[in-house]
C-alpha cells in the first residue's frame, strides 16, 4: 500500500509545469518634470510632478532570436524595427490611473557590465529597457553608475535594487502627437521577477496525471470497505 502511494505521488510531480523564458521588471519612483497634453493622467501636467509612479513591464524573450548573453552583457531585441515580434508590453500607473504600452514598433532589454564612460565623461547605461509601439506610445527607463556594481546580465533573473545615491535611475513616458504627453521619472527602486506559466499538461502528463488518481481512488476503496463479520 505504501508503495502505491510512492508511485502514486511520482506520477502527480510529472504534471508540474516547467519555467517559460518570461518576466517582469517594476520600476518605482517619482515624476520629475511633465506635461500632459493629452490628459492622460491630468488636466495639468504641472500637477503630476512630485506623483510617485510603478512602471510594469513584462517580456518574453522566447519570441526573438535576436538575443545574446554573456559574462559581459545581456539582450534582447523584438519589435518591427528588429524584424521579430514584439516581445515586450507595459502598464504605466500614476494616481490610480493606468495606461498601457506596446512593444510592437520596438521592445528591448539591455544588461551591460563594465562599460567606460563617453567622451564626456557621463557614465553608459547599464540596464536598459524601452517599449515603444505604433500608437505613438513610449517608454524608456535607463540605470547607470560608475562605482556601483550592482548588474547581473542574466536579465531575467530575480533580482530587487533600491537605488543609491552612486547610481543614477530614469526614465521617460511619452505619447506623441498635436499635445504631447511628456513624463520625466526619477527612479528609486527597480525589481525583476521570472514568470512562471501554467501551460495544458501534455496528452501523456494526462495519462500518468489519471493513472495516479486511479491508484489513489483503489487505495481510498480498499480502506473503506468494510470488514468481513
Same mark, same amino acid.
Given at each position: 500500500?505504501?508503495?502505491?502511494? #510512492? =508511485?502514486?505521488?511520482?506520477?502527480?510531480?510529472f @504534471? *508540474?509545469?516547467?519555467?517559460? !523564458?518570461k518576466?517582469?521588471v517594476? +520600476?518605482? /519612483?517619482?515624476?520629475?518634470?511633465?506635461?500632459?497634453?493629452?490628459?492622460?493622467?491630468?488636466?495639468?501636467?504641472?500637477?503630476?510632478?512630485?506623483?510617485?509612479?510603478?512602471? #510594469? =513591464?513584462t517580456?518574453?524573450?522566447?519570441?526573438? @532570436? *535576436?538575443?545574446?548573453?554573456? !559574462?559581459?552583457?545581456?539582450?534582447? +531585441?523584438? /519589435?518591427?524595427?528588429a524584424?521579430?515580434?514584439?516581445?515586450?508590453?507595459?502598464?504605466?500607473?500614476?494616481?490610480?490611473?493606468?495606461?498601457?504600452?506596446?512593444?510592437?514598433?520596438?521592445?528591448?532589454?539591455?544588461?551591460?557590465?563594465?562599460?567606460?564612460?563617453?567622451?564626456?565623461?557621463?557614465?553608459?547605461?547599464?540596464?536598459?529597457?524601452?517599449?515603444?509601439?505604433?500608437?505613438?506610445?513610449?517608454?524608456?527607463?535607463?540605470?547607470?553608475?560608475?562605482?556601483?556594481?550592482?548588474?547581473?546580465?542574466?536579465?531575467?533573473?530575480?533580482?530587487?535594487?533600491?537605488?543609491?545615491?552612486?547610481?543614477?535611475?530614469?526614465?521617460?513616458?511619452?505619447?506623441?502627437?498635436?499635445?504631447?504627453?511628456?513624463?520625466?521619472?526619477?527612479v528609486?527602486?527597480?525589481?525583476?521577477?521570472?514568470?512562471?506559466?501554467?501551460?495544458?499538461?501534455?496528452?501523456?502528463?494526462?495519462?500518468?496525471?489519471?493513472?495516479?488518481?486511479?491508484?489513489?481512488?483503489?487505495?481510498?476503496?480498499?480502506?473503506?470497505?468494510?470488514?468481513?463479520?
Amino acid at each position: 500500500m505504501k508503495n502505491a502511494l #510512492v =508511485l502514486a505521488g511520482v506520477l502527480a510531480a510529472f @504534471a *508540474l509545469p516547467a519555467a517559460a !523564458a518570461k518576466f517582469t521588471v517594476t +520600476y518605482t /519612483g517619482t515624476i520629475d518634470a511633465a506635461s500632459d497634453g493629452f490628459g492622460l493622467f491630468s488636466d495639468e501636467g504641472s500637477l503630476l510632478e512630485g506623483q510617485g509612479f510603478t512602471a #510594469v =513591464l513584462t517580456y518574453d524573450d522566447s519570441l526573438t @532570436a *535576436l538575443k545574446s548573453q554573456s !559574462a559581459t552583457k545581456g539582450i534582447a +531585441y523584438g /519589435g518591427a524595427f528588429a524584424g521579430n515580434p514584439s516581445i515586450g508590453s507595459g502598464v504605466l500607473t500614476i494616481g490610480g490611473t493606468s495606461v498601457s504600452v506596446g512593444g510592437d514598433n520596438a521592445s528591448t532589454v539591455r544588461h551591460f557590465k563594465n562599460l567606460p564612460p563617453d567622451g564626456f565623461g557621463t557614465p553608459p547605461f547599464l540596464i536598459k529597457h524601452e517599449l515603444n509601439d505604433f500608437l505613438g506610445y513610449s517608454l524608456v527607463f535607463e540605470l547607470s553608475s560608475q562605482i556601483v556594481d550592482f548588474v547581473n546580465t542574466d536579465y531575467a533573473a530575480a533580482q530587487d535594487f533600491e537605488l543609491t545615491p552612486d547610481v543614477l535611475g530614469a526614465g521617460r513616458f511619452v505619447r506623441s502627437g498635436a499635445d504631447d504627453t511628456d513624463l520625466h521619472f526619477a527612479v528609486s527602486r527597480l525589481s525583476i521577477a521570472p514568470v512562471q506559466d501554467s501551460p495544458a499538461p501534455e496528452p501523456a502528463t494526462w495519462a500518468m496525471m489519471l493513472l495516479g488518481f486511479a491508484g489513489v481512488g483503489s487505495i481510498a476503496r480498499r480502506r473503506s470497505r468494510p470488514l468481513a463479520a
